[in-house]
């Protein structure tokens, strides 16, 4: 499920400098995809669900490390633990 709601994307990208917004940019389309992914699982066998899965989380945590270095950079808080996801 999607971090932020519509109005906290907004403000999250209206105070981001440019390299950060678009790591955001990236994360909300990660996080589209991961919702969309849930969406067709049951039309998916569950071997081909998994690997996507698998691959999209990977694909989250190591964008969530360069949007928590690049908000530590610009003296901005790091993500919280409330960000995780389930599948």
Same mark, same amino acid.
């Given at each position: 499920?999607? @971090? &932020?709601?519509?109005?906290?994307?907004?403000?999250?990208? *209206?105070?981001? %400098?440019?390299? &950060?917004? %678009?790591?955001?940019?990236?994360?909300?389309?990660? %996080? =589209? %995809?991961?919702?969309?992914?849930?969406?067709? @699982?049951? #039309?998916?066998?569950? =071997?081909?669900? &998994?690997?996507?899965? #698998?691959?999209?989380?990977?694909?989250?945590?190591?964008?969530?490390?360069?949007?928590?270095?690049?908000?530590? =950079?610009?003296?901005?808080?790091?993500?919280? *633990?409330?960000?995780?996801?389930?599948?």
């Amino acid at each position: 499920l999607a @971090r &932020l709601n519509a109005a906290e994307q907004k403000a999250e990208l *209206a105070n981001a %400098d440019a390299k &950060l917004a %678009d790591l955001l940019k990236r994360r909300q389309q990660l %996080d =589209a %995809d991961l919702e969309e992914l849930q969406l067709r @699982r049951s #039309q998916m066998n569950n =071997a081909d669900y &998994l690997a996507k899965f #698998q691959q999209l989380v990977l694909q989250s945590a190591e964008l969530n490390e360069q949007i928590e270095a690049a908000q530590k =950079a610009n003296g901005k808080p790091a993500a919280t *633990a409330g960000d995780k996801r389930v599948p």
